[in-house]
């Protein structure tokens, strides 16, 4: 069975930090997602990675897919409170069980200004 | 373009009711997939659609649950009967098929807004 853990779980900074939020597995993934959810809505697509090492920039926010595609991180730089939200990593099952994806439990942001 | 459409969007009911959710998935997606979100397992998979043929109904809790897909606009979760350890939020996604929208259309889903069920 493959499984994602993501940590930290809850983060809570103040506005203008950077952080990092990890994503790991001992498992390969075809494509790794992450995903962002606000409170009464549904997960949103920030990024998807595919090849190893991949590094993808989205404003203010940095995915990396690991180099052996078991592992991503998000770094968020000079965090805003409109960053605030729920993010998922989603790894593609590797076989491709139908478009099956693996999520991770979650981290849970919260920026104070 | 319309996105993943749920309805209802909030449900109250009694423990032993019957509880139907429903979904229409984005035109041209060909997979769907309903989840439930709790905080304390976090996001489950319980079943998915490819082409409308159930593909993988390992995550269904149990027999009181069941899911359809009678044609590619429609698919229901139905619990019967409901207890109060089925109150979460349920969300249905659509995936477009791999590929259609070039090399980032990686089993990406798209995500309606959800049905917070609770059940009493």
């Known amino acids: 069975t493959q499984l994602l853990e993501q940590s930290p779980q809850f983060l809570s900074i103040q506005e203008g930090e950077n952080l990092t939020v990890y994503c790991n597995s001992s498992s390969v993934f075809s494509s790794l997602q992450w995903y962002r959810q606000e409170p009464g809505e549904g997960p949103v697509l920030l990024v998807t990675?595919?090849?190893?090492?991949e590094v993808k920039k989205l404003k203010r926010l940095t995915f990396q897919f690991g180099d052996a595609r078991k592992d991503s991180s998000l770094h968020i730089t000079a965090a805003q409170p409109g960053d605030t939200g729920l993010y998922l990593c989603?790894?593609?099952?590797?076989?491709?069980?139908?478009?099956?994806?693996?999520f991770g439990q979650g981290t849970e942001l919260s920026v104070k200004p | 373009d319309a996105g993943v459409i749920q309805s209802p969007r909030h449900e109250v009911t009694e423990m032993g009711q019957e509880v139907t959710l429903r979904c229409k998935p984005i035109s041209g997606h060909n997979s769907l997939f309903w989840y439930r979100q709790t905080m304390m397992r976090g996001l489950e998979l319980l079943i998915y659609?490819?082409?409308?043929?159930?593909?993988?109904d390992s995550g269904m809790p149990e027999d009181r649950f069941s899911a359809k897909m009678p044609n590619a606009s429609f698919s229901t979760l139905k619990i019967q009967p409901s207890e109060p350890r089925d109150s979460a939020v349920y969300f249905c996604a659509s995936s477009p098929p791999r590929g259609s929208g070039g090399t980032d259309s990686y089993n990406e889903q798209f995500f309606g807004p959800g049905t917070r069920l609770t059940v009493l």
């Open positions: 989603a790894g593609g099952a590797i076989y491709n069980q139908g478009g099956k994806l693996i």
């Open positions: 659609f490819n082409n409308n043929v159930p593909i993988d």
């Open positions: 990675v595919v090849t190893g090492g």
